[in-house]
């Protein structure tokens, strides 16, 4: 298109743009070419185009949330442009200078590729901006003065070669014809070459007459047709010289001829022959160039003048020019001779002489140029890197096939003519592979074919998509219990596959609760290096498990965490004796009763005792140590069930006293020594041993029910009884004893301290054959509590009934430890009032009624 006539401000500040727009649809990414026009000598900063307008419509399909940047992967001139990140705006960075970016090349463009960052939207748009030509370059001649002889008898209509002048610039705006002085002997003959360049002939138009005019000065002048048009001249300087009455003739007026661009120097590429029919040395021939040739022809070839031989001197390359116009003349040696002029047109023929040239750029270097880096957490068809191939042969041999070589890990995906993306084909993980070595292979499709081969390294960069891993879901450590606060128990170590801070694990313990404590009072750990310690001295008898969660914590962003479960085993020391609980000790002594007819074999008592530890710590040995000399008694050292070694009724005394030690099987033994003071009796009835409650053969919960349940059933029985007498019984007050009124007057008794019974205090026990047990509860687990023991019942009748079938046990908190009560079964039945105070008031013959009125 041309601009037309303008200003050359105009031409400073007019833009093409965007002339032919479309789309090579691929599989994921849009490859779009966009295509603009800018004059060159533009001024710095002068905008092209802005990609975001020109592409809304695609940039319209992506989330509007997504932040688009644009990257530029320049290559070779695209230096002259630069593209802004925020809104694609192309600018000149540079001045350009068509004639020296692209020289007498019709097609001048700047190409590159832009892409839209993030990667997962990712858009392919490559860009050709076409510099246009502005006529900032007049047409040259190369010599000023430009010398011709002519002989007077040249014919009308001879033709001589003219110099041609020289327009760097293209299309209108190069050269487009030639001018000569107006006269009446000459004119010049514009022509075009092959390649569309314009070549000038001078015309003889009458016949020349040396004594009339022996010289002429024309004025010789070359054009363009740019506006304004520019000129260049020379001065044409022709010399009529004497008559040479033959020239010489060339066989023919124009040859062409075919030359492979691979020919070897000193390549025949023609014999010309020229004729003279004049004799000696006017017939003599001489070959030329004739004068007006380009050094570059007579850089590249040569004609040897005698022989007219043209011969190849320097490799021609059809990639760089494919066809050469040279002007030879044959010139005799005779006086002012008239030479002859040939033209040889020499059309370079393509051969298969070039590799495709690979060119790779890759999206995320690092400083180097063959390396790409690539997370490790893009998704499949991430970009990679751009690949170009060029090659400078035409037709097959410039056609060319291009492959990768990636283990099926990437992709080579085309997007528009020779331009190809590398995209990823899989999911990559870091941690499995963290490099890829990948070939690129171009091969044409000449005979033979030429192939290029480029490697170029993938770099997979971490990400933390690893969360720091145990060995194991569950650890137990073993400690035994009385360390050290502060000692080693274990580590326990994750393992994080990832780099960096993304691998770098920290350590934590999970808040809980051990027994209402925090555990971080128990353990603490190592956070760098997962060493675990115990912040205080273990006692197995009170925690023998700790079970905490550890956590791991890598140092990605976000980080990455996991848990398992640690087990503490505290291990038993033999650290507590035995303790004996049966038979109830003071200071270490029982009165134990037993039958004096039992006889050799029979159980006469059973000593238990327990022991906190555990295992071999807690098995237990029992042994008479004292009091057994003539041999009465046999212990079992397991059940600790002492039995008589022979008839008691032999045993020559009422009562033996029998030392027993316990022991323990530990490493260091521990023990406990009871001394059994065993009464014997004719009758056990009224001398049965009360039992721990441990002892029991029935629960003790179920025990607490029954009891519960018996005094609840009494206590109704009692309020119904009391109901019934409170109506009969009101008339005699002043022998009635009032439970309440007793307690009343012991708040005010100066010796008895005033202390109130809690039902924390109140234990019930099962009574038997109406022996009532007071138990003293001592606060120290080690201490054996004294048993003080109270008869309740006549020996009179032992079918007599009970009259209660449970008591109650006041903690020895309240009550003296020697407290001990008899009640006698007797008709009418005994009552028994119980103060807060610990008094025991007997209750006969009470006026109910009184004491209903009391209340």
């Given at each position: 298109m041309r601009p037309?006539?303008?200003?050359?401000?105009?031409?400073?500040?007019?833009?093409w743009k965007l002339l032919v727009i479309w789309t090579l649809a691929t599989q994921l990414v849009t490859g779009k070419t966009l295509k603009y026009q800018v004059f060159e000598e533009q001024k710095v900063g002068t905008v092209i185009a802005r990609l975001r307008d020109d592409v809304a419509d695609i940039l319209a399909k992506l989330p509007s949330s997504v932040s688009l940047r644009f990257r530029a992967m320049q290559r070779g001139s695209s230096s002259f442009l630069v593209v802004r990140e925020q809104d694609g705006e192309i600018s000149i960075r540079t001045k350009i200078d068509r004639e020296k970016l692209c020289e007498k090349n019709l097609n001048c463009s700047i190409q590159f590729d832009v892409l839209t960052l993030p990667t997962e939207h990712l858009q392919l748009f490559h860009v050709e901006v076409e510099v246009l030509d502005i006529n900032d370059n007049a047409p040259q001649f190369a010599r000023a003065v430009i010398p011709i002889e002519i002989s007077e008898s040249a014919a009308v209509g001879a033709r001589i070669p003219l110099d041609s002048a020289t327009d760097p610039d293209?299309?209108?705006?190069?050269?487009?014809?030639?001018?000569?002085?107006?006269?009446?002997f000459f004119k010049v003959d514009v022509q075009s070459r092959t390649d569309g360049a314009k070549y000038a002939e001078l015309v003889v138009l009458r016949e020349l007459d040396r004594e009339v005019r022996s010289s002429y000065e024309l004025q010789y002048t070359a054009s363009d047709r740019g506006v304004p048009p520019r000129t260049g001249s020379t001065l044409l300087k022709i010399s009529v010289a004497d008559s040479n009455d033959n020239s010489?003739?060339?066989?023919?007026?124009?040859?062409?001829?075919?030359?492979?661009?691979?020919?070897?120097?000193?390549?025949?590429?023609?014999?010309?022959?020229?004729?003279?029919?004049?004799?000696?040395?006017?017939?003599?021939?001489?070959?030329?160039?004739?004068?007006?040739?380009?050094?570059?022809?007579?850089?590249?070839?040569?004609?040897?003048?005698?022989?007219?031989?043209?011969?190849?001197?320097?490799?021609?390359?059809?990639?760089?020019?494919?066809?050469?116009?040279?002007?030879?003349?044959?010139?005799?040696?005779?006086?002012?001779?008239?030479?002859?002029?040939?033209?040889?047109?020499?059309?370079?023929?393509?051969?298969?002489?070039?590799?495709?040239?690979?060119?790779?750029?890759?999206?995320?270097?690092?400083?180097?140029?063959?390396?790409?880096?690539?997370?490790e957490a893009s998704p499949l068809d991430t970009f990679v890197a751009l690949v170009r191939v060029e090659d400078l042969d035409s037709g097959l041999n410039g056609e060319v096939e291009c492959k990768l070589h990636g283990q099926g890990y990437f992709k080579l995906q085309r997007t528009y003519e020779n331009n190809y993306m590398i995209l990823t084909n899989v999911s990559l993980d870091r941690e499995k592979r963290s490099e890829f070595s990948l070939?690129?292979?171009?091969?044409?499709?000449?005979?033979?074919?030429?192939?290029?081969?480029?490697?170029?390294?993938?770099?997979?960069?971490d990400e933390n998509d690893n969360a720091p891993r145990f060995e194991k879901g569950r650890y137990e450590i073993f400690k035994s219990e009385n360390n050290a606060p502060g000692a080693y128990l274990s580590s326990i170590i994750a393992t994080d596959p990832d780099?960096?801070?993304?691998?770098?694990v920290s350590y934590s313990i999970l808040e809980n609760s051990v027994h209402g404590s925090s555990i971080s009072t128990y353990v603490t750990i190592d956070p760098s290096n997962g060493a675990i310690y115990a912040l205080r001295t273990f006692d197995r008898e009170d925690v023998s498990r700790i079970s905490f969660v550890v956590q791991a914590k890598d140092a990605g962003k976000p980080p990455l965490m996991s848990n398992t479960t640690v087990i503490l085993n505290i291990l038993d020391e033999n650290d507590n004796p035995p303790v004996i609980v049966v038979p109830q000790l003071w200071n270490f002594t029982a009165d134990v009763p037993a039958l004096k007819f039992t006889e050799a074999g029979h159980l006469v008592t059973a000593v238990r005792a327990t022991d906190r530890d555990t295992g071999v710590n807690a098995e237990l040995i029992c042994s008479i140590v004292s009091g057994n000399e003539q041999g009465f008694f046999l212990i079992n050292p397991r059940t600790c069930e002492i039995?008589?070694?022979?008839?008691?009724?032999?045993?020559?005394?009422?009562?033996?006293?029998?030392?027993?030690?316990?022991?323990?099987?530990?490493?260091?033994?521990l023990s406990a020594k009871a001394v059994l003071k065993i009464t014997l009796y004719e009758n056990m009835e009224n001398h049965v041993q009360v039992m721990d409650q441990g002892e029991s053969s029935l629960d003790v919960s179920l025990i607490i029910i029954i009891s519960l349940g018996a005094i609840c059933a009494l206590l109704l029985v009692i309020m119904v009884v009391f109901a019934a007498r409170c109506n009969r019984e009101k008339k005699d007050t002043r022998n009635s004893y009032n439970c309440r009124v007793a307690e009343s007057t012991h708040q005010h008794h100066p010796?008895?301290?005033?202390?109130?019974?809690?039902?924390?205090?109140?234990?019930?026990?099962?009574?038997v054959n109406g022996t009532l047990p007071i138990r003293a509860h001592h606060r120290s687990p080690s201490?054996?509590?004294?048993?003080?023991?109270?008869?309740?019942?006549?020996?009179?009748?032992?079918?007599?009934?009970?009259?209660?079938?449970?008591?109650?046990?006041?903690?020895?908190?309240?009550i003296p430890e020697s407290f001990a009560l008899e009640l006698a079964h007797a008709t009418p039945p005994v009552e028994v009032c119980i103060t807060r105070y610990g008094q025991v008031q007997p209750e006969g013959q009470w006026p109910w009624g009184q004491r209903g009125g009391g209340q």
């Amino acid at each position: 298109m041309r601009p037309g006539k303008m200003s050359g401000l105009f031409f400073a500040t007019r833009m093409w743009k965007l002339l032919v727009i479309w789309t090579l649809a691929t599989q994921l990414v849009t490859g779009k070419t966009l295509k603009y026009q800018v004059f060159e000598e533009q001024k710095v900063g002068t905008v092209i185009a802005r990609l975001r307008d020109d592409v809304a419509d695609i940039l319209a399909k992506l989330p509007s949330s997504v932040s688009l940047r644009f990257r530029a992967m320049q290559r070779g001139s695209s230096s002259f442009l630069v593209v802004r990140e925020q809104d694609g705006e192309i600018s000149i960075r540079t001045k350009i200078d068509r004639e020296k970016l692209c020289e007498k090349n019709l097609n001048c463009s700047i190409q590159f590729d832009v892409l839209t960052l993030p990667t997962e939207h990712l858009q392919l748009f490559h860009v050709e901006v076409e510099v246009l030509d502005i006529n900032d370059n007049a047409p040259q001649f190369a010599r000023a003065v430009i010398p011709i002889e002519i002989s007077e008898s040249a014919a009308v209509g001879a033709r001589i070669p003219l110099d041609s002048a020289t327009d760097p610039d293209v299309g209108e705006n190069s050269l487009y014809t030639y001018a000569l002085e107006p006269n009446n002997f000459f004119k010049v003959d514009v022509q075009s070459r092959t390649d569309g360049a314009k070549y000038a002939e001078l015309v003889v138009l009458r016949e020349l007459d040396r004594e009339v005019r022996s010289s002429y000065e024309l004025q010789y002048t070359a054009s363009d047709r740019g506006v304004p048009p520019r000129t260049g001249s020379t001065l044409l300087k022709i010399s009529v010289a004497d008559s040479n009455d033959n020239s010489p003739v060339f066989d023919k007026s124009s040859y062409v001829i075919n030359l492979p661009e691979n020919s070897p120097v000193g390549t025949l590429l023609i014999d010309m022959n020229a004729t003279d029919l004049d004799e000696g040395t006017n017939a003599k021939i001489v070959y030329s160039f004739s004068s007006h040739v380009s050094p570059k022809i007579m850089e590249t070839f040569k004609i040897n003048s005698d022989s007219g031989h043209l011969t190849l001197i320097r490799r021609v390359d059809y990639e760089a020019t494919n066809s050469y116009d040279i002007d030879v003349q044959a010139q005799d040696m005779g006086p002012n001779s008239m030479p002859a002029h040939c033209k040889i047109l020499v059309k370079v023929v393509d051969v298969n002489d070039n590799k495709p040239d690979i060119s790779i750029t890759l999206m995320s270097s690092q400083g180097n140029g063959d390396a790409a880096y690539i997370s490790e957490a893009s998704p499949l068809d991430t970009f990679v890197a751009l690949v170009r191939v060029e090659d400078l042969d035409s037709g097959l041999n410039g056609e060319v096939e291009c492959k990768l070589h990636g283990q099926g890990y990437f992709k080579l995906q085309r997007t528009y003519e020779n331009n190809y993306m590398i995209l990823t084909n899989v999911s990559l993980d870091r941690e499995k592979r963290s490099e890829f070595s990948l070939t690129v292979v171009a091969e044409d499709q000449g005979t033979p074919s030429l192939s290029t081969i480029k490697h170029f390294t993938v770099h997979v960069t971490d990400e933390n998509d690893n969360a720091p891993r145990f060995e194991k879901g569950r650890y137990e450590i073993f400690k035994s219990e009385n360390n050290a606060p502060g000692a080693y128990l274990s580590s326990i170590i994750a393992t994080d596959p990832d780099l960096d801070t993304n691998g770098q694990v920290s350590y934590s313990i999970l808040e809980n609760s051990v027994h209402g404590s925090s555990i971080s009072t128990y353990v603490t750990i190592d956070p760098s290096n997962g060493a675990i310690y115990a912040l205080r001295t273990f006692d197995r008898e009170d925690v023998s498990r700790i079970s905490f969660v550890v956590q791991a914590k890598d140092a990605g962003k976000p980080p990455l965490m996991s848990n398992t479960t640690v087990i503490l085993n505290i291990l038993d020391e033999n650290d507590n004796p035995p303790v004996i609980v049966v038979p109830q000790l003071w200071n270490f002594t029982a009165d134990v009763p037993a039958l004096k007819f039992t006889e050799a074999g029979h159980l006469v008592t059973a000593v238990r005792a327990t022991d906190r530890d555990t295992g071999v710590n807690a098995e237990l040995i029992c042994s008479i140590v004292s009091g057994n000399e003539q041999g009465f008694f046999l212990i079992n050292p397991r059940t600790c069930e002492i039995l008589a070694n022979i008839s008691l009724e032999n045993f020559p005394q009422e009562t033996a006293e029998l030392t027993i030690m316990v022991r323990d099987q530990g490493s260091e033994s521990l023990s406990a020594k009871a001394v059994l003071k065993i009464t014997l009796y004719e009758n056990m009835e009224n001398h049965v041993q009360v039992m721990d409650q441990g002892e029991s053969s029935l629960d003790v919960s179920l025990i607490i029910i029954i009891s519960l349940g018996a005094i609840c059933a009494l206590l109704l029985v009692i309020m119904v009884v009391f109901a019934a007498r409170c109506n009969r019984e009101k008339k005699d007050t002043r022998n009635s004893y009032n439970c309440r009124v007793a307690e009343s007057t012991h708040q005010h008794h100066p010796k008895k301290p005033s202390r109130q019974i809690h039902k924390g205090d109140i234990t019930l026990v099962p009574t038997v054959n109406g022996t009532l047990p007071i138990r003293a509860h001592h606060r120290s687990p080690s201490a054996t509590p004294p048993m003080e023991r109270a008869q309740i019942g006549s020996r009179q009748n032992h079918h007599s009934r009970q009259s209660l079938n449970s008591l109650v046990t006041i903690s020895s908190n309240h009550i003296p430890e020697s407290f001990a009560l008899e009640l006698a079964h007797a008709t009418p039945p005994v009552e028994v009032c119980i103060t807060r105070y610990g008094q025991v008031q007997p209750e006969g013959q009470w006026p109910w009624g009184q004491r209903g009125g009391g209340q």
